[in-house]
């Protein structure tokens, strides 16, 4: 029929409206032609497995919480705090000091090895995503109240008219027995033996500590809880020269806020 599209081209009424004759223009690209190969993708396999094997470890050592920081950091706190408690306390204390000083400079030491882990793993798992992401800010979390909750014990006990005496068991147990917990509660999400076997030396040290009684467990936490983490980092390094691979962010979660 006079007027009517040319259908010719197979492309349809608009296919060639516009264009006398109703050929489509072409634009000097070939639609079938194919897509230019990559020539940086691996072009076997093997060689593809390797690249996704190499990018996996290059992830692993950019988001690697170094045991030894944390480990260090802590064991240092403890043995270093816990020791000046113990050599103050006591009616003949060998170091000739206020108890309050010394509680303060522990408080201190604490506060010193919370920063140092908190910057630490910060670093590290900077712009991780996904379940890992968000088991680790869940256990962090964990750490966090469990120690706002001992301190509000502490701080509840006190308001009752707690002889000084428990008032200082309690506070020297209870939080070795919460870090203890988490440690192995994290090996256990993480499958990290180190962390477990830490996390049950603590809570042995602390069984030891309750039945030798004040101050004496003030140098039991220090010498065992504070040297059993030393001894940790000890075996994060002799671990790392054996060339075990990074541990990636899972202990970053266990450590984030002891």
């Given at each position: ?142 750490w966090t109240l469990g120690f706002v909750a001992i301190f509000a014990l502490g701080g509840a006990l006190a308001r009752a008219g707690a002889d000084p005496e428990v008032l200082g068991t309690v ?42 009684g004040r101050p004496l467990m003030l140098a039991v936490m220090a010498v065992a809880g504070g040297g059993g983490m030393l001894v940790g980092a000890v075996a994060e390094e002799l671990r790392r ?18």
């Open positions: 029929m006079a007027g009517s599209p040319d259908t010719s081209t197979g492309g349809g009424p608009t296919a060639g409206r516009g264009v006398p004759g109703g050929h489509r223009m072409r634009t000097g690209v070939d639609d079938a032609a194919p897509a230019p190969a990559d020539d940086d993708a691996p072009s076997d396999p093997a060689a593809t497995a390797a690249l996704i094997v190499q990018q996996r470890a290059r992830l692993a050592a950019a988001t690697d919480v170094d045991g030894r920081v944390l480990f260090g950091a802590w064991g240092l706190a403890w043995l270093l705090g816990f020791g000046l408690l113990y050599l103050t306390a006591g009616d003949d204390p060998l170091v000739v000091t206020s108890p309050t000083v010394a509680g303060v400079v522990f408080a201190g030491l604490l506060m010193t090895a919370l920063v140092v882990t908190a910057v630490h793993v910060a670093r590290r798992t900077a712009g991780l995503h996904g379940t890992s992401s968000v088991q680790g800010a869940m256990y962090g979390w964990t506070m020297t147990i209870a939080p070795p027995v919460l870090v203890g917990v988490l440690y192995m509660a994290g090996a256990a999400l993480w499958r990290d033996r180190t962390q477990f076997v830490l996390g049950a030396w603590i809570l042995v040290a602390t069984v030891i500590a309750s039945f030798a020269r054996r060339g075990a691979a990074p541990r990636g962010a899972g202990l970053g979660g266990a450590a984030a806020v002891i």
